[in-house]
């Protein structure tokens, strides 16, 4: 089987180099060639504006260009469109599912360009190899790494522009370009005369790009590091924003799924008749599932139709064979491991753990967890032609583009290059957009050949309810952790053995390999020992079951983050010190980003000075996550058994802030869904294998009156920008359990909280 190279290109590199071997190809004519990039680049149409094809242009000695050496995430032809009136519209190579990359990333181009700021836009890419991210090698948006990764990325393609439109400057006026200079959107000569980019545009993109360019020194900056506004701000304020969900096309159908109760179970029986009653019903077919089993669509003219449609079918399930979760069960299971070494990932000697002084027996059970983005999932599918030039186009937010094309390609028999995916504005997805097994895309796809081969020639949008959102999975996973701590007399820790419970986000996907690492898989674990210099024992078991589960927005740190930092300040109480001045001590010299992000959190909340509400008490919390450290120092009260979070104050450190307005918001989002953690009701259960909950009604999520005040603070830092969308949330939950710990005299160990 051969592979094709924009196929390749969209792997990462561990599994790229499994799929050549394993398909017998060459590594050489494997590689994704630039040549081949521009071949289909061209024929995709997708080089844009101003500078189509900007590499393959030629010096006026017809010379090939040194462009050629660039790779396609290098080319300013496919991130850069700039109009006549001087317009400069930047593709991002990443889904904006409210994080604000969509302002931040042109920002970050904006500033080496010395763009006009007021005439910048943006617009989503798509699974073009182009818009993969430079670090990983294809197209994701995840790992808090769209800023972090792409920085540097996104700084060399605008000054690559503006070299390229001060060398049309020059050429025009007959100077030395080195004599010209650029701000806000023009190029000045020496005797102070101006173009606009949008003049220059043109002749610009006949002129060779660049391989090396030279950027600003940060002291420079006008637009980094500057609080902006977001350029979707209007838009979405207005309620004129534009998401997947609202896709139309002209004789377009909907279509709503029938899951079955258990996952994986097969369809025994249909009874349609009363579904293909109801007026607008179009097609009713049934379809594989990727979770096993099948699925029944009910594809009609618009959702009502669908929706009572589906709730018209008479459908008989077999879930026989089918493992059926019950969470009191597993509860039971997972408690029976915990007492057990797993797979080792850290191996302290622990032999000091018997004749320890004092002693800490803790276990921690966390709940399955629902991503519920505001905007349910759904995908449009076009199918057009016959036979070998079928093509389909998508639409859709998606946090992985190319793992699209690949599942499209493969479900409905196509060439992927046959196979296009428009990213769309998502309304949040932590998480849940970026399925390995493209779950629902499948699905999607599924559902529009079937209903293509019913006769009815018609694009498809399949929309999920909000039921069938938070019954119909991924999950983030449930875990129990275990943990044995011996200290000294002093409280110094002498051994720590910790077991995990929890399946793995990487088992049976192509992620395996390089996650799952002597039996471990490293997302359970992330977050735990750093940054304290401990004697731990760490060890993982991680059972089969039949949930589905997924990374939830910042995937393991949300639970061992709470374990970590509800251990420590216990740790810190048992030696009789402040929690703060010993998380301080532990720090040393050696994390000094930990100590300035936890120090400015204290200095502006007014620990250890400010006399706190009588009922009211101090709580503390300090993780690393993606490259970042969020500190918390929260104010929390309990009152007839019921915890409030009344004030949150962060320190943030993530290096250079490119919009600290952005990093604001997205540490006071983050917050918010760390404490969504802990109210009592933020569970996913199951009995007989079967979701338990249904909706907003049965599944909490934080209201408006849950929301503290949160105050965020910035460490100021020139250094390259780490990961920020979700660094926010792991430590909120920790340090509102170490205030009610102070406030009652025990560690909330279960989530959410159950106090009463």
């Given at each position: 089987m051969h592979i094709p190279s924009h196929i390749l290109a969209d792997m990462p590199q561990g599994l790229r180099s499994l799929a050549v071997e394993a398909a017998g190809q060459n590594t050489e004519s494997a590689k994704f060639e630039r040549r081949t990039f521009l071949k289909l680049a061209s024929a995709s149409g997708f080089a844009l504006g101003a500078f189509p094809m900007a590499a393959m242009a030629k010096t006026d000695g017809d010379a090939p260009v040194a462009a050629n050496a660039l790779k396609p995430t290098q080319q300013p032809s496919a991130f850069v469109k700039i109009d006549r009136d001087g317009t400069v519209t930047v593709t991002i190579n990443r889904l904006d599912f409210g994080q604000g990359v969509q302002t931040g990333l042109p920002m970050v181009l904006a500033e080496e360009l010395d763009a006009d700021w007021s005439k910048v836009r943006s617009v989503h890419g798509n699974a073009d190899p182009a818009y993969a991210d430079p670090v990983m090698g294809f197209g994701l948006t995840g790992g808090s790494t769209a800023i972090k990764n792409s920085y540097t990325q996104y700084r060399e393609l605008g000054a690559r522009t503006r070299a390229m439109l001060v060398a049309a400057a020059a050429k025009r006026w007959g100077v030395d370009a080195q004599s010209l200079r650029t701000q806000a959107g023009q190029v000045i000569g020496p005797r102070g005369q101006k173009l606009g980019y949008g003049e220059l545009a043109e002749a610009a993109m006949k002129l060779p790009v660049p391989q090396?360019?030279?950027?600003?020194?940060?002291?420079?900056?006008?637009?980094?590091?500057?609080?902006?506004?977001?350029?979707?701000?209007?838009?979405?304020?207005?309620?004129?924003?534009?998401?997947?969900?609202?896709?139309?096309?002209?004789?377009?159908?909907?279509?709503?799924?029938?899951?079955?109760?258990?996952?994986?179970?097969?369809?025994?029986?249909?009874?349609?008749?009363?579904?293909?009653?109801?007026?607008?019903?179009?097609?009713?077919?049934?379809?594989?599932?990727?979770?096993?089993?099948?699925?029944?669509?009910?594809?009609?003219?618009?959702?009502?139709?669908?929706?009572?449609?589906?709730?018209?079918?008479?459908?008989?399930?077999?879930?026989?064979?089918?493992?059926?979760?019950?969470?009191?069960?597993?509860?039971?299971?997972?408690?029976?491991?915990?007492?057990?070494?797993?797979?080792?990932?850290?191996?302290?000697?622990?032999?000091?753990?018997?004749?320890?002084?004092?002693?800490?027996?803790?276990?921690?059970?966390?709940?399955?967890?629902?991503?519920?983005?505001?905007?349910?999932?759904?995908?449009?599918?076009?199918?057009?032609?016959?036979?070998?030039?079928?093509?389909?186009?998508?639409?859709?937010?998606?946090?992985?583009?190319?793992?699209?094309?690949?599942?499209?390609?493969?479900?409905?028999?196509?060439?992927?290059?046959?196979?296009?995916?428009?990213?769309?504005?998502?309304?949040?997805?932590?998480?849940?957009?970026?399925?390995?097994?493209?779950?629902?895309?499948?699905e999607a796809c599924h559902i529009a050949k079937a209903t293509r081969a019913a006769g009815i020639?018609?694009?498809?949008?399949?929309?999920?309810?909000?039921?069938?959102?938070?019954?119909g999975g991924y999950y983030r996973p449930m875990h129990v952790h275990r943990a044995e701590i011996g200290l000294d007399a002093d409280g110094k820790v002498v051994a720590w053995d910790h077991v995990i419970v929890g399946q793995s986000l990487a088992k049976g996907t192509a992620f395996e390999g390089f996650m799952v690492k002597n039996g471990v898989d490293t997302t359970t674990v992330e977050g735990m020992k750093e940054p304290y210099d401990l004697p731990m024992?760490?060890?993982?078991?991680?059972?089969?079951?039949?949930?589905?589960?997924?990374?939830?927005?910042?995937?393991?740190?949300?639970?061992?983050?709470?374990?970590?930092?509800?251990?420590?300040?216990?740790?810190?109480?048992?030696?009789?010190?402040?929690?703060?001045?010993?998380?301080?001590?532990?720090?040393?010299?050696?994390?000094?980003?930990?100590?300035?992000?936890?120090?400015?959190?204290?200095?502006?909340?007014?620990?250890?000075?400010?006399?706190?509400?009588?009922?009211?008490?101090?709580?503390?919390?300090?993780?690393?996550?993606?490259?970042?450290?969020?500190?918390?120092?929260?104010?929390?009260?309990?009152?007839?058994?019921?915890?409030?979070?009344?004030?949150?104050?962060?320190?943030?450190?993530?290096?250079?802030a490119v919009n600290p307005k952005s990093v604001e918001a997205q540490v006071q989002g983050g917050a918010l869904m760390g404490l969504g953690m802990c109210l009592p009701g933020a569970a996913i259960t199951f009995k007989d294998g079967v979701v338990e909950q249904s909706n907003f009604g049965d599944y909490v999520v934080p209201r408006l009156t849950d929301m503290p005040e949160v105050a965020v603070h910035i460490v100021p830092s020139a250094d390259a920008p780490t990961g920020m969308g979700e660094p926010g949330v792991p430590p909120l939950a920790p340090a509102f359990a170490n205030a009610i710990a102070k406030l009652t005299g025990k560690v909330p160990r279960e989530l959410p909280f159950k106090l009463a």
């Open positions: 090396q360019v030279t950027l600003k020194d940060p002291k420079d900056f006008r637009i980094i590091g500057k609080p902006t506004g977001r350029i979707d701000a209007r838009a979405k304020s207005s309620g004129n924003q534009s998401y997947g969900i609202d896709m139309h096309l002209p004789g377009m159908l909907t279509a709503v799924v029938a899951h079955p109760p258990v996952f994986g179970s097969k369809v025994q029986s249909v009874d349609d008749s009363a579904a293909k009653a109801i007026k607008g019903v179009r097609a009713v077919v049934r379809v594989p599932s990727v979770l096993g089993g099948e699925v029944v669509a009910v594809v009609a003219t618009g959702y009502w139709a669908a929706k009572q449609g589906r709730d018209a079918l008479k459908v008989e399930w077999d879930s026989s064979g089918v493992g059926k979760v019950d969470s009191a069960q597993q509860l039971v299971q997972y408690r029976e491991l915990a007492k057990k070494t797993g797979a080792i990932k850290y191996d302290a000697d622990v032999s000091k753990l018997s004749g320890a002084a004092q002693k800490i027996s803790a276990e921690y059970v966390f709940p399955y967890l629902a991503h519920t983005p505001m905007e349910p999932l759904n995908c449009t599918v076009r199918i057009t032609g016959t036979g070998a030039a079928t093509k389909a186009e998508l639409w859709l937010g998606t946090q992985a583009p190319g793992w699209e094309v690949a599942t499209a390609a493969r479900v409905l028999g196509v060439p992927a290059q046959n196979v296009r995916v428009n990213v769309q504005m998502a309304g949040g997805g932590f998480g849940r957009r970026a399925t390995p097994s493209s779950d629902y895309v499948a020639d018609a694009p498809v949008r399949m929309v999920w309810s909000r039921e069938d959102d938070v019954k024992r760490l060890s993982a078991h991680h059972p089969d079951l039949n949930a589905p589960v997924l990374w939830w927005r910042s995937v393991g740190s949300t639970h061992t983050g709470y374990v970590m930092e509800t251990l420590i300040d216990e740790i810190a109480r048992i030696a009789k010190q402040d929690p703060v001045a010993y998380r301080l001590q532990q720090f040393g010299d050696k994390h000094p980003r930990h100590k300035a992000a936890l120090q400015i959190a204290v200095e502006k909340s007014g620990y250890g000075k400010r006399q706190l509400e009588a009922g009211r008490a101090w709580g503390v919390a300090v993780h690393e996550s993606f490259d970042s450290i969020v500190a918390y120092v929260v104010e929390a009260s309990v009152k007839d058994g019921t915890p409030k979070l009344h004030k949150v104050t962060a320190g943030v450190h993530c290096n250079l």
